[in-house]
Nanobody, 117 residues
Framework: QVKVVESGGGSVQAGGSLRLSCVVSGLTSSYYSMGWFRQAPGKGREDVGS???????TYADSVKGRFTVSRDNAKNTLYLQMNSLKPEDTAMYSC???????????WGQGTQVTVSP
């Protein structure tokens, strides 16, 4: 059984930083893509950033230069370093693993990030 568990969310003032973690268990190898997503109240889900098996990353324009996606394959863990946070970054952040045919297979429950002005 595959489990995806996020942690590290919280409340921070604008300009601050947070680091989210996502641990994946139950997959037999580390050769899969991983991604971060977010959803604010009343809005649709937004891609934040992703990383493939080779370490190549992609980012939403709204977070480029402020957020960094990284992974530690030995720990089956995905990270999201968020700097220079803005109130508009407030959302539930979720992690997904294993993309096949453009569809992410495994999702975590999410961790809340709240940025106050």
């Amino acid at each position: 059984q595959v489990k995806v568990v996020e942690s590290g969310g919280g409340s921070v003032q604008a300009g601050g930083s947070l680091r989210l973690s996502c641990v994946v268990s139950g997959l037999t190898s580390s050769y899969y893509s991983m991604g971060w997503f977010r959803q604010a109240p009343g809005k649709g889900r937004e891609d934040v950033g992703s990383i493939d098996t080779f370490g190549s990353t992609t980012y939403a324009d709204s977070v480029k230069g402020r957020f960094t996606v990284s992974r530690d394959n030995a720990k089956n863990t995905l990270y999201l370093q968020m700097n220079s946070l803005k109130p508009e970054d407030t959302a539930m952040y979720s992690c997904a693993a294993f993309r096949s045919g453009g569809v992410w297979r495994y999702w975590g429950q999410g961790t809340q990030v709240t940025v106050s002005p």
